[in-house]
């Protein structure tokens, strides 16, 4: 089983709309979560770190249910330039400085 | 700020030649990250140093990779021989647990990637 996993996608939708993506990890001792944004062709970035509380930065909202294992990814009211690969990455309890990527979920979005 | 620097940006080799990339991380960042892409595996971490000391290498495929750090502003990656299967897009990351600040930040581990390497090997 992967350490973790994402549904490739794509998710195909209209501007304006309210997407999400799910994120599901094996290791429940995992200690840090963000979720990095990668454009086509281009290198990955931080989006966002995800915390226990959950947090919001703008359009987009992180939250992670320890209990289930998975973390996920809200964009409300979607633009254009939302259309990206979107990765999940967790941080193994082992390493504080050794991320574990999932294999990304693609957004498209369409006018 | 320059970000990290990588190159060349694009490479194709024949099978059988040695390649090496190179990599610039961002001043003052003391960790460093190389990491291969492929459609099939998606991101992977090949190795990463610390102050200059590879600390985890476990990602590495097997001996033809290899990858030095000389000093704090300066990596390379090696494959020899290279496989067509070494086809992929290589990344350098770097990242420092200090904000610019100077304390811990609260995305200490946030890497910073440089544009990638698009390596082909016919």
């Known amino acids: 089983r992967k350490e973790v996993e994402q549904d490739p996608g794509p998710f195909n939708v209209p501007e304006g709309a309210t997407v999400a993506f799910n994120c599901t990890y094996s290791?429940?001792?995992?200690?840090?979560f963000f979720w990095y944004r990668q454009d086509c062709r281009k290198e990955p970035k931080l989006l966002m770190s995800?915390?226990?509380s959950g947090n919001e930065d703008g359009r987009f909202t992180a939250q992670l249910n320890r209990a289930s294992q998975y973390i996920s990814l809200l964009i409300r009211d979607s633009k254009l330039s939302d259309s990206a690969t979107y990765l999940c990455v967790v941080i193994l309890p082992d390493s504080s400085y050794k991320l574990i990527f999932g294999s990304g979920t693609r957004l498209l979005v369409r006018p | 700020d320059a970000g990290v620097i990588q190159s060349p940006r694009h490479e194709v080799t024949e099978m059988g030649q040695e390649v090496t990339l190179r990599c610039k991380p961002i001043s003052g960042h003391d960790y460093l990250f190389w990491y291969r892409q492929t459609m099939m595996r998606g991101l992977e971490l090949l190795i990463y140093f610390n102050n200059n000391v590879p600390i985890d290498d476990s990602g590495m495929p097997e001996d033809r990779f290899s990858a030095k750090m000389p000093n704090a502003s300066f990596s390379t990656l090696k494959i020899q021989p290279s496989e067509p299967r070494d086809s992929a897009v290589y990344f350098c990351?770097?990242?420092?647990?200090?904000?610019?600040?100077?304390?811990?930040?609260?995305?200490?581990?946030?890497?910073?990637f440089g544009p990638g390497t698009r390596l082909t090997v016919l």
């Open positions: 990351a770097s990242s420092s647990p200090h904000g610019t600040s100077g304390r811990i930040s609260s995305s200490y581990n946030e890497q910073f």
């Open positions: 995800v915390y226990s």
């Open positions: 290791n429940s001792a995992s200690q840090s």
